[in-house]
């Protein structure tokens, strides 16, 4: 692995393990040093401010992703600066997997993922949810 440019993040993926792209993520990010990194609570599959909840996985699925990427877009960020990602699951099946890696290769079209780390639970905080998913991103500090 050799790090080009120490303003943008590297991704790697070791020769020695599997190609997890086809999974949506990567095994390793490495930071770039003129930046700091922002925190992304766990977002739902909330459709709007009263927190209404589909009971469709894939519905849930798409709005946590938009959710993150409203987060993101909040601090002038887009997918390729999230270094992270962890995703709770309720009831997680090969059914679910395959939806959620579906909908991550639509937000993440260049195939250059997040590391990340699925989770499956039986619950999460509010009924009804059926996916969070929180985050840790890149911001370059501004050059001045």
Known sequence: MNR???NTPTFHNPPSL??????????????PENGVLVFISGQSGAEDTNHKLSNNFRIQVQFALRNL????SSHDLKPENTLKITVLIVDHSSEKLSIWTEEMHKIWDKNIFPTSTLIPVPKLAIDGMLIEVDAVA??????G
């Open 4 to 6: 080009q440019d120490s």
């Open 138 to 143: 890149f911001k370059e500090n501004p050059i």
């Open 69 to 72: 990427l409203a987060v993101l």
């Open 18 to 31: 599997f190609d997890p792209t086809p999974y949506a993520f990567c095994h390793s990010v490495i930071s």
